[in-house]
């Protein structure tokens, strides 16, 4: 697992291993922000149920202007700390905050704290419809700007998600995973 493009392109990331981790894929990864192309420079970027932090870190590499991790495991939290440590120099000016927290309990935090993004990534762990209530919470606090996007890997034997307050805007799949993109239904 690698940072794709950007500043810290190149970058070996490292990872937890064991049958619950599955990095989202360097082709996966590339194809996503290749979707997101000049969206990402500058933006306010949330990786929720982050894992090894790859996908934030990839915004920050992609010059995001700021990039909050959410990350309820501890040891997951870890690898994300070394992972930033290790792409520093390369990223020298990087904005971020890190949330040891489940999903829901950080995307409050981060509205007391006055925070919304333009590109929401979240992957939570296959087959646990994670991404419906955290959905509903960013819809119920605002945390997506205007013309934001809101980005869910997925495993593909999953029915693609639907809350009646995001529209998708387009899907793709790579191998096991489907990625959505979604945006507030106007």
């Known amino acids: 697992m690698r940072v794709v493009s950007g500043l810290a392109r190149g970058h070996k990331l490292s990872c937890l291993e064991?049958?619950?981790?599955?990095?989202?894929?360097?082709?996966?990864?590339?194809?996503?922000?290749?979707t997101l192309g000049n969206m990402v420079f500058?933006?306010?970027?949330?990786?929720?149920?982050s894992g090894s932090g790859a996908?934030?870190?990839?915004?920050?590499?992609?010059r995001a202007k700021?990039?909050?991790?959410?990350?309820?495991?501890?040891?997951?939290?870890?690898i994300?700390?070394?992972?930033?440590?290790y792409v520093s120099k390369a990223i020298p000016d990087a904005n971020y905050k890190i949330l040891n927290e489940d999903g829901i309990n950080a995307l409050n935090m981060l509205k007391t704290a006055?925070?919304?993004?333009?590109?929401?990534?979240?992957?939570?762990?296959?087959?646990?419809s994670l991404w419906e209530p955290a959905l509903n919470k960013i819809y119920e606090m605002s945390l997506l700007n205007k013309?934001?996007?809101?980005?869910?890997?997925m495993?593909?034997?999953?029915?693609?998600?639907?809350?009646?307050?995001?529209?998708?805007?387009?899907?793709?799949?790579?191998?096991?995973?489907?990625v959505y993109y979604m945006e507030i239904n106007q």
Do not use: Q, W
Not at 18 to 34: C, H, M, N, Q, Y
């Open 66 to 78: 700021f990039t909050a991790f959410v990350e309820i495991n501890k040891a997951h939290v870890d």
């Open 80 to 85: 994300i700390k070394k992972n930033l440590a």
């Open 55 to 62: 996908i934030g870190i990839e915004a920050l590499s992609r």
């Open 18 to 34: 064991g049958d619950l981790v599955r990095p989202t894929s360097d082709r996966a990864k590339e194809a996503i922000f290749s």
């Open 42 to 49: 500058d933006a306010h970027f949330l990786d929720i149920f």
């Open 155 to 178: 495993s593909r034997d999953e029915k693609e998600p639907a809350v009646p307050c995001f529209n998708i805007i387009k899907s793709k799949t790579y191998g096991t995973s489907a």
């Open 114 to 128: 006055d925070l919304s993004f333009d590109i929401i990534f979240m992957d939570p762990p296959y087959k646990t």
């Open 147 to 153: 013309n934001g996007v809101i980005v869910i890997e």
